[in-house]
């Protein structure tokens, strides 16, 4: 049987890059950990509320959407990721309106060709693949 596989985001602390990973918390501080080659293992410590969760779902290039994205879709509008608080699922919470739609919705009825990442909620623009 496969466990389930989670996938993190976290922005380095003290600076602008991110990482991708596993996620360790323990007393308020956070670390991403990467595998690395020949039984290596990378560890950075992150800044806590930069962290989000992998949805699963990827925009029209191609770029995994993360918890805390932000997305602007095809009809000009733009939505904020969030995890449900029951941790079950992800929600589109449109962006200066009070309208939220389950995240498979853009997915499901319009494909992956409906959104682009733009940015996060901690509005710093991630280097790799806005654009």
Avoid at 30 to 36: A, K, L, M, N
Avoid at 69 to 87: E, P, Q, T, Y
Avoid at 97 to 112: A, H, K, M, Q, W
Wanted: glycine share 14%.
């Amino acid at each position: 049987m496969q466990g389930l596989n989670y996938r993190f985001r976290g922005r380095v602390l003290f600076g602008t890059e991110w990482r991708y990973g596993s996620l360790i918390q323990s007393g308020g501080q956070c670390w991403i950990v990467q595998p690395g080659g020949k039984n290596e293992t990378r560890i950075t410590a992150v800044e806590p509320r930069s962290i989000g969760l992998g949805t699963g779902f990827y925009d029209r290039n191609g770029k995994e959407i993360f918890e805390n994205d932000i997305l602007m879709l095809n009809s000009g509008k733009a939505v904020h990721v969030r995890l449900v608080s029951n941790g079950i699922g992800f929600q589109m919470l449109y962006v200066n309106t009070r309208e939220v739609n389950p995240l498979s919705v853009i997915f499901d009825e319009y494909g992956s060709n409906n959104a682009k990442v733009v940015g996060n909620s901690m509005k710093i623009r991630d280097p790799k693949g806005v654009g």
